[in-house]
């Protein structure tokens, strides 16, 4: 287990030695530099800005330089944002997307599991067939299209229901307040839960039907302690493998949804990042975020090793 | 009597009751299964009306997708007459899905998205079913060493978070074209050759491959005679469940403001425009994100049709 660990630890290090050269190199591609567009600059100071960023060496010497920084935790600075260094930016997006993916993913376990469990236990009854419909709109329907239509009834028109005022504001951060977290959460979960719902039901019908289930009813347990203390565990092991895609997927739409609510992520700044051009910060946040979807992954792993005693981790 | 028949031979009700029992392969099995889900025969219904509809919709509409018409600028849809003031300016005429702020046609503009959106779903799962299968064979039959390199190098690319690298290739090539199509295939190949060398390993080790080899077949017919339909199944439902997954990524980067440019458009452009306004004009929005939506559906609906029609055991 901690050689699997170990190994699995080690083994992370060529996957993010590809990506940051791939980003990099990529990014050298790009046609012009980085200070191309502004105005025409005299000579000397176009060669001291150059110089400033290390741009006038060797490529290969830049791409030491930066993988230097990098060991420090040093993104180098932002092109377009003045001032700000892409670390400092990237430490100031992420607590906002890291509530935003951390409540967006316990949602969608919470309420997927849930929606499986019923689904198998109603298995090809209404009940069922409902929840794999809404399982499959939940997939089909992009998030951009539920963040708007959200939006506009939830926020715009205001949805009253017996008389409570169930509005709620349709972006903004206002510092994490619960009302301004409600809908880009759901947003965000939608899409997992629909999976996860699916995932829950196949493994469940399955596990339902073998035969420690059955040895459990036949000691005339009730219904709810085999689930719970029976069927859960097995039942729920095929959902841990799922987590790694479900978090890669949740950072991606955290892009979207960042963008649609307007709040100050890390997601956000890529998207503008991206647009305006900005190499540096492009680089960073696609370096972080992989940095991050690594460490994730070989966590769910480990748990996976843990939770399961079958699997043997080698 | 038919005239050209002879008179019935003895055993010739026999022979025809046997013709009619044997005359029913694997694929004529799953074709007869597949045409039982209603649901899938319904998907393919709706999809073939939507790819003609975006065919032939220069010829059904009398608008040109980038023709705009100031006196008719957000104009809500109107079906029937063309008397009845839709639009703002107190302007009418038969806008079926309305228009939009600088008075273009929705209809006809949710059909030409329709173009580019099937367009880079087929294109893009075309490229990666050529890499992915090419890539998952040759490791599924060449098999040792090289097969664990070759799936080492496929997991390290699984984790790595793709929508930015296709972020990154959009900007850097300035949103070309052709380049989302391929840009796009070129990362969603990983799980076909994942699903290609397994099936290829297994396929390899069944006593009909071996029985060829031992008939004398060589390489290439084994491959093509054996293998390869073998492969088939899983494929054709993977390549399936592909293209909408490929649709959404092209229009997800298309909202950000990554994918198609304008004049033309795609469903994810049409969504990011129709959200914009969706106070004052929903059909903006609507419209486009149902027929979005529609074809999503049916290609999940035709995939887990496919699933059941190919996979007996697994139902």
Known sequence: MLFYAIRRVLGAIPTLLVIITLSFFLMRLAPGGPFAGDRVLPPEIARNIAAAYDLDKPLWQQFLIYLERLAHGDFGPSYKIRDFTVTQLIMNGFPVSLKLGLLAITLAVAVGTTLGILAALRQNRPADYSVM?????????????????????????????????????????????????????????????????????????????????????????????????????????????????????????????????????????????????????????????????????????????????????? | MIPGRTPAHPDAQLMEKAQAVKGRSLLADARRRLFRNKAAVASMVLLALIALMAVFVPVVSPYAFDAQDYSKISCAPSWWTADV????????????????????????????????????????????????????????????????????????????????????????????????????????????????????LSAKQKEFVEAARAAGVGTFGIITRHIVPNV????????????????????????????????????????????????????????????????LFCFNFIGDGLRDALDPKDR
């Open chain 1, 133 to 314: 419909t809404l399982a499959m709109i939940g997939i089909t329907i992009p998030s951009f299209v539920t963040a708007p239509l959200l939006q506009l009834i939830f926020g715009i028109y205001g949805l009253h229901i017996f008389g409570l005022n169930l509005s709620l504001p349709v972006g903004g951060w206002n510092g994490g307040a619960a009302q301004n977290l409600v809908l880009p959460v759901i947003v965000l979960a939608l899409g997992p839960i629909a999976v996860i719902a699916r995932i829950t039901r196949g493994s469940m019908v399955e596990v339902l039907r073998s035969n420690f289930i059955r040895t459990a009813r036949a000691k005339g347990l009730p219904t709810w302690r085999i689930i719970v203390h029976h069927a859960l565990h097995a039942g729920l092991l095929p959902l841990v493998s799922y987590l790694g895609p479900a978090i890669a997927d949740i950072v991606s739409g955290s892009l979207i949804v960042e963008q649609i609510f307007g709040l100050p992520g890390i997601g956000r700044y890529f998207v503008q990042a991206a647009l305006n051009r900005d190499y540096t910060l492009v680089m960073g946040v696609t370096i972080f975020y992989a940095a991050l979807i690594i460490t994730l992954n070989l966590l769910v792993d480990l748990l996976y090793g843990v939770l399961d005693p079958r699997v043997r981790l080698k």
């Open chain 2, 232 to 295: 088939v199944g899983p494929v054709i439902v993977y390549v399936t469940l592909t293209i909408p997954g490929v649709i959404l990524a092209e229009s997800f980067l298309s909202f950000l403001g990554l994918g198609i440019r304008e004049p033309f458009t795609s469903w994810g452009v049409l969504i990011s425009e129709g959200a914009g306004e969706m106070e004052t004009a929903p059909w903006a929005l609507i419209f486009p994100a149902a027929l979005m939506a529609i074809t």
């Open chain 2, 85 to 200: 003031p839709t639009c703002p300016g107190g302007a009418g005429g038969t806008h079926w899905f309305g228009t939009d702020p600088i008075g273009r046609d929705l209809f006809v503009r949710s059909f030409y998205g329709a173009r580019i959106s099937l367009a880079v779903g087929i294109v893009a799962t075309l490229v990666s079913l050529a890499i992915g299968v090419l890539y998952g064979a040759a490791s599924g039959f060449i098999g040792g060493r090289t097969d664990a390199f070759m799936m080492r190098i496929v997991d390290v690319l699984y984790s790595l978070p793709f929508i930015f690298l296709v972020i990154i290739l959009m900007v850097i090539f300035n949103q070309n074209f052709i380049l989302l199509f391929v840009a796009i295939g070129a990362v969603s190949w990983l799980t076909m050759a994942r699903i290609v060398r397994g099936q290829t």
